[in-house]
T-cell receptor, first 113, second 114 residues
């Protein structure tokens, strides 16, 4: 089955800096890659996703890149703000099933004011 | 904005006891899911449910687990005889359709088995 590795486990940045979280996946059949943000006491919330026919997608301060050849994808947050502090999960889904995501272990992002 | 709700937020139970975790998915959604997250570990898929039956389940979802949609709004996860290793955060999610549609997650129920 699919295996998703995520790094780093913890990321501490100063407000205004950029943050990058990286994930790799194992199943070349995976073709949908969502990113979730989980704030304390809440469930994961989808913040951005990318499909395998696209190399990059951007939504305001958040961008995701995908390299299918290398089987890795990354989340980029620019101009970080304290409210970006949360746990971020990447996930990958395969095309043969019902798109149940396989999650990475999560990255705890801390943005210091 | 519609949201998925879960009750209780925290459940403490003794080993061997049955527990029922409850979820109210978003009202017009058709697909329902349960996930769990053991402390410090990945979010893991348990089961998906559509049209009053299980559509997919993981290896974790063994005979001790069952799901039900007893009425038009609730979606429940039952653990028949809890074990210590069942201690985790359990998330319910729902989506309008399967596949690549966004899944909306509830806030979770923290289950502690003593």
């Amino acid at each position: 089955g699919e295996n998703v590795e995520q790094h780093p486990s913890t990321l501490s940045v100063q407000e205004g800096d950029s943050a990058v979280i990286k994930c790799t996946y194992s199943d070349s059949a995976s073709n949908y890659f969502p990113w979730y943000k989980q704030e304390l006491g809440k469930g994961p919330q989808l913040i951005i996703d990318i499909r395998s026919n696209v190399g990059e997608k951007k939504d305001q301060r958040i961008a995701v890149t995908l390299n299918k050849t290398a089987k890795h994808f990354s989340l980029h947050i620019t101009e970080t703000q304290p409210e970006d502090s949360a746990v971020y999960f990447c996930a990958a889904t395969t095309s043969g099933g019902s798109y149940i995501p396989t999650f990475g272990r999560g990255t705890s992002l801390i943005v210091h004011p | 904005e519609p949201e998925v709700t879960q009750t209780p937020s925290h459940q403490v139970t003794q080993m061997g006891q049955e527990v029922i975790l409850r979820c109210v998915p978003i009202s017009n959604h058709l697909y329902f899911y349960w996930y769990r997250q053991i402390l410090g570990q990945k979010v893991e898929f348990l089961v998906s449910f559509y049209n009053n039956e299980i559509s997919e389940k993981s290896e974790i979802f063994d005979d001790q687990f069952s799901v039900e949609r007893p009425d038009g709004s609730n979606f429940t996860l039952k653990i028949r005889s809890t074990k210590l290793e069942d201690s985790a955060m359990y998330f319910c999610a729902s989506s309008e359709s399967s596949g690549r549609a966004e899944q909306y997650f509830g806030p979770g129920t923290r289950l502690t088995v003593t």
